[in-house]
């Protein structure tokens, strides 16, 4: 720490006794000034070396923290295994017998909800086609038994009946 003078205390810088000086020297003596600054590359690779060190011992302590709680817990789990048993039935008990219900409870509810109700309209609109279907099939059969007997009598191959099969066949009406 260094005082410097003011224009007034120059002139008169014989005359000035200081009282702080004596403490100020021993300061400096006791406490030497920092060393000179490092060359930008020194500081460089000391800061990446000092922050490998600093990785290297927080994974040290990880490993050494991990190994503790590991056998912490193997030591407890070893002092208080009859107490856990009986905990770890009891919960499986009461797991199984939720599962239990939740499946039981699924199972009925599947089968309530597969239940589709159908419109009024739509049921007649359904007997109408089933009717309609069931006269066409009707219809086709009669036509079937019909061809069946013409067929069985020679009559079904007439002249006429081929000259309007070719006659459509060949691109007629």
Known sequence: ????????????????????????????????????????????????????????????????????????????TANHIDERAAEVSQARADYRSKLEQRTEKANTDSQDSDRIEISDETKRLVEEAAARAKRDDESRAE??????????SGALDSEARVRRAAHKLLGGE
Do not use: C, W
């Not at 300061?27 to 990446?48: C, G, T, W, Y």
């Not at 036509?143 to 069985?152: C, D, K, M, N």
């Open 143 to 152: 036509r079937v038994r019909e061809l069946r007997e013409l067929y069985r």
């Open 1 to 76: 720490m260094d005082i410097k003078p003011n224009a007034a205390e120059a002139r008169n810088a014989a005359m000035q006794f200081d009282l702080t000086k004596k403490v100020r020297e021993s300061i400096q003596a006791r406490q030497p000034l920092p060393p000179p600054p490092e060359a930008a590359a020194d500081a460089a690779a000391n800061a990446s070396k000092d922050a490998a060190q600093v990785k290297e011992a927080r994974d040290q302590y990880r490993e050494q923290y991990k190994g503790r709680v590991a056998n912490a817990r193997r030591n407890h």
